[in-house]
């Protein structure tokens, strides 16, 4: 991300600003920032006595405002780190007076995870004016697959788009998650090596061959018999592949697909931009589309939108192999 990266060039240029609000609904920026800060601002030495870390639940806005007005010992600046600020959503505000005359020697950071300030309060223009805000918003789930190639790319490894994406279906769009299972496919992925599905199937756990990226696939194709090869496994792994999640992304792609079918230009690069998906899959919904007409796919979004109510437990009490024939009695 362009805005972490200008944070971290201007600390490391000295532009050191007094007060860091790091806020927003993705963890992993605001932790990495917050870690950026804690281990290069002071030296070794100076951390000791000019180095804090505080916690949201366990003190107030006055205790945090008294900490920063402290001069620093023996070094140019003091480090103060709130975690876990949202805790003082209530009384946040609070700290309007401090921003809007920091302690010049002191660098103020606060870890406002899953919420942000109002733009409209006091507090927002007052650490604006003087210091850093910065909001880390969560990645949309066909913007994931991307980060984790820039990511990689970064250390000079390299990922197929296939693997990329079984990571996303299998562990979501918690960046701090994906990274830590990154970092371990690093470990015994040699750089001139690809990460390939079956790198990530033998290193992380995740199945090559069972998993909704290869039932949606077959689905698409109308693949009878892998289709029923994949449920069968999912009914027998229930824990591994929840239904819920399962009918979610079937939903998402014929959604998708009927955004397709409503689509006067199909050329891939088009489609990719409209569907939000990376260019590799635009076959897919080629394929999907020449099996499932537009009329089809409505029946579908419907059948699939009954089947994750009865998934819930809502007019039904089903179990997992139940509901997965139903699934495919419905679709194909």
């Known amino acids: ?68 007005k402290r001069y620093p010992m023996m070094a140019e600046h003091q480090v103060i780190i709130v975690k876990e600020a949202q805790h003082l959503s209530r009384t946040i505000e609070n700290l309007a007076s401090y921003a809007e005359n920091p302690q010049p020697t002191t ?35 066909n913007q994931v697959s991307d980060w984790i190639r820039k990511v990689l790319a970064g250390k000079g490894y390299r990922i197929t788009p296939k693997a990329a994406i079984l990571l996303v279906e299998f562990l979501g769009t918690d960046l701090g998650k994906i990274n830590n299972e990154l970092e371990k496919l690093k470990l015994v992925v040699p750089k001139e090596q690809e990460i390939t599905p079956e790198a990530i199937e033998v290193n992380i756990g995740i199945s090559k061959d069972y ?47 009927l955004q397709y079918h409503g689509l006067s230009d199909h050329n891939p690069k088009n489609v990719a931009k409209v569907l939000g998906v990376n260019p590799y899959f635009v076959k897919e919904y080629q394929v999907a589309a020449k099996n499932y007409p537009m009329r089809k796919v409505s029946g579908v979004i419907a059948a699939l939108r009954e089947l994750d109510v009865k998934g819930k437990g809502v007019g039904a009490n089903l179990a997992q192999k139940d509901l997965l024939k139903e699934l495919l009695v419905k679709i194909m």
Do not use: H, W
């Open 1 to 68: 991300m362009d805005e972490v990266k200008k944070i971290v060039n201007d600390i490391k240029a000295g532009n050191i600003k007094p007060i860091y609000f790091l806020m927003g609904e993705e963890a992993y920026y605001i932790d990495k920032l917050a870690a950026y800060i804690e281990n290069t601002v002071l030296s070794e030495e100076e951390r000791g006595f000019n180095q804090m870390v505080l916690y949201g639940k366990d003190v107030t806005v006055d205790d945090i405002v008294s900490n920063a």
């Open 107 to 141: 660098v103020l950071v606060v870890c406002y995870k899953y919420a942000k300030l109002d733009k409209r309060k006091k507090i927002y223009k007052a650490v604006q004016k003087s210091g850093v805000i910065f909001e880390s918003k969560k990645l949309y789930e």
């Open 211 to 257: 998993n909704n990226f290869e039932l949606k696939k077959a689905i698409g194709e109308r693949n009878v018999t892998k289709a029923t090869r994949i449920l069968n496994y999912f009914a027998q792994n229930p824990k591994d592949n929840p239904f819920v999640l399962t009918v979610t992304l079937l939903n998402t792609f014929f959604t998708q697909l």
